[in-house]
Structure formats: C-alpha cells, structure tokens
C-alpha cells in the first residue's frame, strides 16, 4: 500500500471533543470479515490479523466488541440462519441471527430461569493482549452497551412492545439485568490502558422516527448510558453512540447521557446539515456515507465525491468523521470502500475550506419526506372513543362501544367498516405524523384482533366482506421482518386477508403460494439495498408463472422508492404500513 499508516488516538479524541486536528479521521465501527479479508489479501483468523487490517487500512484505532450478552447469541434452536447475500465476493456467507419473534424471556418464569451470566463466566484476556500488541498510536474502541437491542431481542419484538405497558416489572427487570451486566464489564475493561473509547451500537429507531416513546428510554435505557458515560469522562475515555434510523427526538438525551460522539446519521433519515448546525458543537458527528445508494451502487468516483463533500461541508472547524450510514457490509464493492478510505486521507488534511465541485460524482442529498396531516375522519361511529380504546389497549372498552352501536341498530359488519377500521385508518396516521411509535400501532392492531374475536359469531358468514387477499413476505436472503408484520397489521385493520410467508422467502415460494392461494395482491418487504433486486426476481417469477396480470404486485420496506417500483414494474408502492394499505385497497378497487 502506498500510504504509510500513522496512527494517532489523539487525533481521535480531538475530533471527539469537536475541535480540528491534522486531519478528519475514519470513524467506522464495524467491517465484515469479508471486506477485511480482501483488503488484507489474507484469511483473518486471529486477533493479530484483525489489529493488521485496522492499522493497514488507516484507522486510528481497532474496534473489539466485549463479547458480553450479545443478543445475536441466542441459545440453541433459537436461531435463524439467513440466505448468503449476494457479494462480489466469491465465498458463501451465511448470516445468523437471534429469532427474537419467539423471544427467549417471556414470563417471569422465563426471567428467572434463564442461566444469567456474570462478568466472571467471559474471557477478557484478549484485553490483556491487546494491552501489549497495539501499534504506537493506536487504541482499542471497546464496543459495547446494545442495552436495548439486547433487552428486545431477548424477550422477541412482540411482546417486549406489549410488555413496555402491560409488564413494567419484567421490563425494569430486563433493563436492570442487562444494564448491569454491560456497566460491570465495561468498568472491568475500561481498566485496561489500551481503552480509548468506548462505542455503543443500539439501534432505537426506524426510518422516520424512535422505535418507541423516548420516556421509556429516558426510565430505563438512558440511565445506564449515563452512568457510563459519567466514568467515561472521569477517565478520559471517548464515548460515542451508535443508532441507525431518525433519532432526532433523542439527541439531546444523548449530549445528556455524555456521549462525545453519534453515529451514524443516516443520510434518508436525517439531514447532516441540520444536525450539525443544532448539535455539532456538542457531539461529533460520524458517518453519513451512504450504504444506501452510493457505497453499495455507486462507483469509486461516485464514493470519492460523496466523501469530498461530506469533509468540506462538515469538517471545517473539527467534529467530523468519515464513515459509513451503518458499517462497511459484506456488500460494499472493495473498489468503493477504498476509495473512502483513500479520498479521506487525500482531502481530510486541516485547513479545510468549503470548496464545492471539485470532482465529478453523483452526490446524494437529504430529502424530508414531508409528515402526514391527520385527517378529519369525523363521519364515522364514535371515531375518537374507537381510537383511545384501541390506543389504550383496552379492549373491554371496544366492545363497550360496539354493543352500543349495536344496540342502536346498526350491524356488526357496518361497525367493523364504520367504526374499526377508520380508528385504525387514524391510528396509521398518528404513526405516519409521529405522534404514536410502533408498540402502540401494535397494540391497536392486537385488541383489534380481540374485539373481533369476540363477535366473530355476529360476523360469522360475512367471510365475503373482506375487501381482498395479500399475500406477503420479505423477499429472499433479507431477515427484516418487524415492517412487514406492520403492514400486516394495517392490512388485516383495513379489512384485507393476508398470508404471511415470513423472511427470506424465495421467488419460488411467492410462486406457490400464488398459485395455492388466488390472492388480489403480493406483496414484497425489503430492507436492504441488495435484496431488492429479489423485488424484481419475484415479479419476473410470477411473469413466467402465467400469473402477473392475474395479480397486484405492491413492493415496499426502507431503502425501496416509488421509482424503484416503477422501473422493476409493480403496481404500486407504500412508503409505510399505512400507505401499504391505503394503496392495496386502490389496487383492489381500480
Ligand atoms: Co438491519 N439494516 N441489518 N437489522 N436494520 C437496516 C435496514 C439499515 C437501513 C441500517 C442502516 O443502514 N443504517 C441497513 C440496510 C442498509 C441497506 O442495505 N440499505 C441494515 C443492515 C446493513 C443490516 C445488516 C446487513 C447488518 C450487518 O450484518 N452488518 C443485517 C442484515 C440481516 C439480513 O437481513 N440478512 C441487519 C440485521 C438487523 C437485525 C437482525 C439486527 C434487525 C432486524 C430485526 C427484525 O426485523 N426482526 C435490524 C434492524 C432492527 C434494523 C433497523 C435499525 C430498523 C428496522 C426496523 O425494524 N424498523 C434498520 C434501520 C432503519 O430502518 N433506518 C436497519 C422498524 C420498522 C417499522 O420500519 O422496517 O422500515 P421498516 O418498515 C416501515 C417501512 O419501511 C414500510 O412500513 C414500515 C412502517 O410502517 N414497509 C413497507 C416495510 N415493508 C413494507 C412493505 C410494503 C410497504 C411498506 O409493501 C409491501
């Protein structure tokens, strides 16, 4: 390699505390084994091997994870093993991950049992080693913390969501066990002097918003990231936070918290020049290069300028790192992800001054997508009694409500249509404006199932009402499956019957279950930018199949766009779940 290394933590930890150092520094997290291998031109089998490919490539640091409780663990039987994804790389990988729908912890019972570890059952002597073998100049970034990620996972989506209102105790119980757990290993590895930083990935949010109400993590979660945060100071130690998706809401609950730095901005979620300009001389910014689009479909050129313009717009003044929108993937072309190692040294040195346009590439910009109006659906049954009964998870309530209409005279099916599903029609546009988070969509939808369950007798035989069937699955090679099962909810509260496949499902299963189940409508969720073109794949299958003008076909999930719709031809496309459903209620009804 041309460039010589120079490690520097210091340059690091300047940029941390929002100053200008010689230069703006890489600030990834995490690089698959993969990419690691290929850069290195060698297998990486040992802790050495993992140090050289950080050092080579230009870092300032190594990151290890402390390999405490790590939600991806799941004990035995409780995993899920995930199709290859398609790379340029010739080696199969399988990817394996907790299967968190059916969650490990999901009683008290289950609480108690479970074979808690303690900080004494794991091996830290790697930091021991680490102590000695780190090249002059260099520190170790301790990943660690995912205390909410790790508290989800354990008890499974589903009913942590439900558990946040009708458990607090097993919640505040969870939080405690894996809070103290993670704050205990810290304060044993962060002894260590080879300990910059530490870096905590926790996903909190989605697309457009935190995955739950920030009061629950301002109970449980925040003060444990503060409590770190507060040694982290004391001792010097830099102390960053890691959530993909819009965590607008929580920045500040950060800057709280003590972190120095945030990561990794995604640039469809949140406007870098925004965030800098309100919190930038408080946190760090890192990241921001988009695994979207640009890292993962653009060209070295495109990656270089995309670089070029994040460094002159953010650097100046210091508080600005390179990286990527979430780690570098298995599916990074290498060409690209060394050309945002290289164009961050070529253009990173200080002074930096905003000079635009210098090299050709096409550069992704922010683009708000503008916040839902909530309508005024007001010709409807007792629309706002319906809703606070369906929010409230209270579905004694909701029946209530439904005996009196149906008291009045007016049918079971017509307060379904009338009453029901416009609350749930609200409720999605509550979700869409932010005023509600995903738990309470959730619970809407479950005690909407209850109420129904318990008139199916009155709304035996009007099976023929519903409006249509849909067929759904995350397409193959893709484990995402918490948007999907939304979109589910919303179908299913609009008065659809739906099929769910699940994750991962192949085109030929799209196929068959066409074929078994005659529906109006397929519809295909997809969360990474390399599994969409199984989007495709699937619309060619059912093509081929004889069956595509016979069907619908709605495609949607995080990264997938109406012109992504439009140029692989589906029917239609749904930003979120409740434009999923409004658009298969058009697609039926054309
Ligand atoms: Co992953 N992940 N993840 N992840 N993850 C994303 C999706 C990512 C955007 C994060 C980022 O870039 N910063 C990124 C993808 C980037 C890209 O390729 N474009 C990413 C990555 C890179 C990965 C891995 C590759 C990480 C790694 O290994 N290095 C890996 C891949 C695994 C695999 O699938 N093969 C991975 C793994 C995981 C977990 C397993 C840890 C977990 C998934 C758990 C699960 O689903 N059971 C996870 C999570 C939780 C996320 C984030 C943080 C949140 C996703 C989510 O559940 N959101 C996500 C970040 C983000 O979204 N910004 C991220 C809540 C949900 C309600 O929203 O799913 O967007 P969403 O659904 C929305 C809309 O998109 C829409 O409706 C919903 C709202 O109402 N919608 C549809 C969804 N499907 C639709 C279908 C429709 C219409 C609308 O019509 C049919």
């Known amino acids: 390699m041309a460039r010589e290394p120079k490690p520097d933590f210091e340059r690091y930890?300047?940029?941390?505390?929002?100053?200008?150092?010689?230069?703006?520094?890489l600030g990834d997290w995490h690089v698959d084994q993969l990419p690691m291998e290929n850069y290195l031109g060698r297998k990486i089998t040992s802790l050495q091997d993992q140090i050289d490919f950080w050092y080579a490539a230009g870092f300032d640091y190594m990151t290890t994870s402390s390999g405490i409780l790590e939600p991806v663990r799941a004990p035995e039987g409780m995993t899920v093993k995930g199709d290859a994804v398609e790379t340029e790389y010739e080696q199969v990988r399988e990817r394996e991950w907790a299967l968190e729908h059916d969650g490990v912890i999901t009683s008290w019972e289950a609480f108690e049992k479970y074979p808690w570890p303690s900080v004494d059952d794991f091996d830290l002597?790697?930091?021991?080693?680490?102590?000695?073998?780190?090249?002059?100049?260099?520190?170790?970034?301790?990943?660690?913390?995912?205390?909410?990620t790790t508290v989800w996972m354990f008890m499974g989506a589903e009913t942590f969501f439900n558990a946040l209102e009708k458990n607090p105790e097993l919640i505040a119980a969870m939080f405690e066990k894996v809070g103290?757990?993670?704050?205990?290993?810290?304060?044993?590895?962060?002894?260590?002097?080879?300990?910059?930083?530490?870096?905590?990935p926790d996903d909190i949010a989605h697309n457009t918003g935190l995955l739950i109400h920030p009061k629950y993590l301002r109970s449980y979660m925040f003060?444990?990231?503060?409590?770190?945060?507060?040694?982290?100071r004391d001792k010097g130690i830099g102390y960053i936070f890691h959530s993909d998706g819009d965590c607008t809401e929580a920045m500040d609950d950060f800057i709280d918290c003590g972190f120095h730095g945030f990561n990794p901005i995604q640039p469809n979620c949140m406007d870098i020049d925004a965030v800098k300009k309100k919190w930038g001389h408080k946190l760090c910014l890192i990241g921001n290069l988009n695994l979207d689009s640009t890292?993962?479909?653009?060209?070295?050129?495109?990656?270089?300028a995309e670089v070029y313009e994040r460094i002159r717009t953010i650097g100046p003044g210091g508080g600005y790192m390179v990286a990527s929108s979430n780690s570098i993937t298995d599916y990074v072309p290498l060409a690209n992800m060394k050309a945002l190692l290289e164009a961050t040294f070529e253009f990173g040195q200080y002074p930096i001054e905003l000079e635009e346009g210098r090299i050709d590439g096409k550069i992704w910009k922010f683009q708000a997508k503008p916040r839902q109006e909530i309508s005024q659906a007001a010709t409807v049954l007792n629309l706002e009694a319906y809703v606070a009964g369906m929010l409230g998870n209270n579905s004694p309530a909701v029946i209530e409500l439904v005996q009196k209409d149906m008291e009045a005279g007016i049918k079971a099916q017509e307060v379904v249509s009338s009453g029901m599903i416009p609350a749930m029609t609200v409720i999605g546009?509550?979700?869409q404006s932010g005023e509600i988070y995903i738990p309470e969509m959730m619970i809407a939808a479950k005690t909407m199932t209850a109420v129904l369950e318990h008139y199916k007798d009155q709304l035996a035989g009007?099976?023929?009402?519903?409006?249509?069937?849909?067929?759904?699955?995350?397409?193959?090679?893709?484990?995402?499956?918490?948007?999907?099962?939304?979109?589910?909810?919303?179908?299913?509260?609009?008065?659809?019957?739906?099929?769910?496949?699940?994750i991962s499902v192949s085109t030929d299963k799209f196929v068959e279950a066409a074929i078994e189940n005659k529906p109006d409508i397929v519809a295909l969720s997809a969360l990474l930018t390399t599994t969409m073109v199984e989007m495709k794949n699937t619309i060619i299958g059912l093509e081929e199949a004889g069956l595509r003008n016979s069907i619908k076909i709605i495609v949607g999930g995080a990264p997938v766009t109406q012109a992504f719709a439009d140029e692989i031809g589906a029917d239609g496309y749904g930003y979120d779940s409740p434009g999923a459903a409004q658009k298969c209620k058009e697609l039926v009804s054309a």
């Open 180 to 200: 103290s757990l993670q704050y205990e290993t810290f304060m044993r590895v962060s002894e260590h002097p080879c300990v910059g930083a530490v870096f905590n």
């Open 462 to 502: 009007k099976e023929e009402k519903k409006i249509g069937k849909v067929v759904i699955g995350t397409v193959k090679g893709d484990l995402h499956d918490i948007g999907k099962n939304l979109v589910i909810m919303m179908l299913e509260g609009q008065g659809f019957s739906v099929v769910d496949l699940g």
């Open 429 to 431: 546009e509550k979700f």
């Open 125 to 148: 002597s790697k930091w021991d080693v680490l102590d000695k073998t780190l090249p002059q100049g260099m520190k170790a970034v301790l990943v660690l913390g995912k205390i909410y």
């Open 295 to 304: 890292l993962t479909l653009g060209s070295p050129e495109d990656v270089r």
């Open 223 to 232: 003060p444990w990231y503060k409590k770190i945060g507060d040694v982290c």
């Open 13 to 25: 930890m300047t940029t941390l505390h929002c100053q200008e150092p010689d230069r703006v520094p």
